[in-house]
Each structure stands twice: as structure tokens, then as C-alpha cells.
């Protein structure tokens, strides 16, 4: 149980910012003997350092022991239809460096892993990182995924991906550990991790990213599903007269919010046209252009595709009885300003809105979102005290349990 009681440690100290062994020991539950300990080790390992000291009382001043920031760093590698970002993180969430490329959508699996292993390079060297302080990769995929084995299934806005295993082949080409998980998982834990300190709660992540999904947190736990699925929001009805699906349904929220969609609908009515680029990305930030510059029917799109984010924003609520929806992804700063009224606005239709209200936010992390939420999944990984994560650290030779090792050890 050493290593375990170990991350159970540094993990109060990451939290509080700064504690000493007596305080670690009410914080813990653990003996001061343990803590010392195991204190002990963490000085010698270099994660945590002597900071000062705090008088309390007439007794003798505490030495406060602090994370030392830099002492292991994280890799985070999202990979969104549109733009692949790779950011490198350090134990306080501070981005040291990231490299984006754009995705083109005819990518094929292949190239995309020379190209992510490219990036990966790039901001390990632009961070001016040694290699062996680096935990391992976070990947942040597009679902579906198959967790259990490391895959990226068959993202339907990837088209030539069929289950490529992500996770193997970019530990062969990087040579350190991999995990990997979905998009909105990764996000999920990134807003447990930095972006409410302290709070458990029940929480939904909207992530709009080519599509939409959402990553949920139930009591201050991240939900992934039974296989890592969790989250699929794409055939929620938001627009009953609105287009057909190929689910067989009208008006999902994959063909009338996504921005994919919106890309579709800008094209249809004339706003986008041969001069708008050719790729998602660049297509939505043409659309939001239009919009600001007053087009009417550019407008019209967008304002329409608020009011749809509302009514998903309301099942969500109500399905889980939130008490904090924050939304994110990689073009929020263009979205925000259309989208948080309308989205904030579905409140009072909620179902216990006269119980409690709920927090609606954008992502503090910004267009740094899937980045900071990628590297986010090795640190929850390496340092989180969830006892499912011991179960699989005893458990198996995953990645994951190999990255928790690599920092019990
Ligand atoms: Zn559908």
C-alpha cells in the first residue's frame, strides 16, 4: 500500500498549495510516522520541496512542504477532426509549450502518427524538457473508443480512421507511455483537475469540437461508461422540424449545432462559398467572421445554433440535476459571444432550478482546452488517489498502470 498512501500525500499537497507533515497527517488520515515517511521519499524523489515555515501556536514552527512544478511534466495530445494539439504540462497545469497542426480531414492514420509524433517532438524541444521527467502522452481522441485496448474506432468525422491503435503506435514512435481516452472524458478531468479546486459537484463538460459531446462528472467523479463511451449527445433531438440525420431522426444536435453542421448550413445558404477554406477549422472561423462583420444569414445560423446548444444544455441538466455546466473547445472564444447568453438562459426552465441555480461557464483553459485536458488524463493517472485507479495499478501492465508505477517508484 506504499505507493498508494504516496499518492494520496502528494496529491494534498498539490491541492493545498503548500502543507506541513502535521497537517498531512489530519488531511491523510495517516500516521505522522507514515507521513514523515513518505514524505521522506517525495523530497528524495524530488516532486515535493521544504518551503518555509508556519507557526501555530507556541509550538515549534512547521516546515510547509510544496510541489516542486516542474519535476515530472505531462504530455497531452488531442486529436479533434479539425486541429490536432499537443501542449506539454507541468504538476501545476502550467502549458510550457504547445504545437498545433492543422488535421486535414483526408488524413490518413499513418500520416496522422508521423504528424503527431512530429508535434510531440516540437513541444518537448520548445519546452526545453528532459525526457525523463516526462510521465507519458495523454491522448484525447474522438470516440467511439475502445479503452481496454488503446483504440480509436471509427470517429465519424475521421473517416478513413478504423480502429487504429493510437495508444500502441504512438508509444512505439515517441517511446513513452501512452494513455488514451475520449475527448470529452479528457476534458471532464482537466475541469476536476484545475478548473474547480476543491470541488466535488456534478458537473457537465459541453465540448464543441468538429462535433459535440459532453463529459460528465457525477459527485466529483469523472463518468466514462461502461467501455469509455460515455457522453454520445450527437442524436439528442433539438430541432424537431429541422434536418434529417442519418440516425433516422430530424434535427440531432450532429446536423443543426455541431459546428460541422453549421459549416453545412453557411455553404447551403450562400454565406460560405469557394473562397472559404476547404477545412472545418478554418470554414467556422469564416462563418463567425460573417456573422461579426453583421451578415444577416450568418447571424441567423448562429443564433439558431445558440438556441439549440440551450435546449441540449437543459437535457443535460436535467438528466443529471447538475450543478455546473461549463462549456469549451477549441473555437469557444468565437462561439462565446453568441452562445453563453442563450445557453445561460435555460436555467430557469430547468427542472430543480428553484431548488438550486446552475453555474454556467466557459473553460478556463480556453483554446487550450483539449491540449491542458489530454495531458491532464497521465497526471489524474499518475497522482489521483481513486482507488479504481489502484485496482488497475495492481492489476494489469496497461500504460496507465505503468505510468502510476514510473511515479510510485
Ligand atoms: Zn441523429
Known amino acids: 500500500m506504499g505507493s498508494y498512501n504516496q499518492t494520496v500525500v502528494l496529491d494534498a499537497i498539490r491541492r493545498s498549495g503548500g502543507l506541513s507533515r502535521v497537517e498531512l497527517a489530519a488531511a491523510t488520515g495517516l500516521s505522522a510516522q507514515a507521513v514523515t515517511n513518505i514524505c521522506r521519499r517525495l523530497l528524495a524523489a524530488g516532486f515535493v520541496q521544504e518551503a518555509g515555515t508556519t507557526n501555530v501556536g507556541r509550538g515549534k514552527p512547521r516546515t510547509l512542504l510544496r510541489l516542486d512544478a516542474d519535476a515530472r511534466l505531462a504530455v497531452g495530445v488531442h486529436v479533434d477532426p479539425a486541429v490536432v494539439s499537443v501542449g506539454l504540462l507541468n504538476l501545476e497545469g502550467a502549458l510550457l509549450a504547445e504545437e498545433r497542426v492543422a488535421t486535414p480531414s483526408a488524413l490518413d492514420p499513418p500520416r496522422a502518427i508521423a504528424t503527431i509524433t512530429d508535434a510531440v517532438d516540437a513541444a518537448i524541444a520548445a519546452g526545453q524538457a528532459d525526457r525523463g521527467r516526462i510521465l507519458g502522452v495523454g491522448v484525447a481522441a474522438p470516440g467511439p473508443v475502445d479503452l481496454r485496448r488503446g483504440v480509436v474506432a471509427n470517429p465519424p468525422n475521421l473517416p478513413q480512421w478504423h480502429h487504429v491503435p493510437l495508444r500502441k503506435d504512438l508509444a512505439a514512435t515517441t517511446g513513452l507511455p501512452v494513455l488514451l481516452d475520449k475527448d470529452v472524458t479528457a476534458a471532464a478531468v482537466a475541469e476536476t483537475w484545475w ?111 445558440a438556441a439549440g446548444m440551450a435546449r441540449l444544455a437543459l437535457v443535460v441538466t436535467n438528466l443529471l440535476d447538475l450543478d455546473r455546466l461549463v462549456l469549451g473547445g477549441p473555437f469557444w472564444s468565437r ?38 485536458g489530454a495531458a491532464s488524463l497521465v497526471l489524474d493517472q499518475a497522482f489521483s488517489a481513486h482507488p479504481t485507479a489502484l485496482v488497475e495499478d495492481l492489476r494489469d501492465d496497461s500504460p496507465r498502470a505503468r505510468t502510476r508505477r514510473a511515479v510510485a517508484s
Open 195 to 305: 478548473g474547480s479546486p476543491g470541488r466535488g459537484g456534478t458537473m457537465a463538460v459541453l465540448y464543441i469540437g468538429t462535433g459535440i459531446g459532453v463529459g460528465l462528472v457525477v459527485d466529483g467523479k469523472v463518468v466514462r461508461g461502461s467501455s469509455g463511451n460515455a457522453g454520445e449527445i450527437g442524436h439528442v433531438v433539438v430541432d424537431p422540424d429541422g434536418p434529417y440525420c442519418a440516425c433516422g431522426q430530424r434535427g440531432c444536435v450532429a446536423v443543426t449545432v455541431a459546428p460541422v453542421a453549421l459549416v453545412e448550413q453557411g455553404r447551403r445558404a450562400g454565406v460560405l462559398d469557394a473562397r472559404t477554406p476547404s477545412d472545418t477549422a478554418g470554414a467556422v472561423v469564416a462563418l463567425f467572421d460573417r456573422a461579426d462583420a453583421g451578415d444577416v444569414v450568418a447571424r441567423g445560423i448562429v443564433e439558431d445554433a
Open 335 to 372: 462561439l462565446e459571444p453568441y452562445y453563453a447568453g442563450a445557453v445561460a438562459g435555460f436555467r430557469s426552465g430547468a427542472a430543480a432550478h428553484q431548488i438550486h441555480d446552475v453555474e454556467v461557464v466557459g473553460t478556463s483553459f480556453g483554446e487550450h482546452f483539449g491540449a491542458v
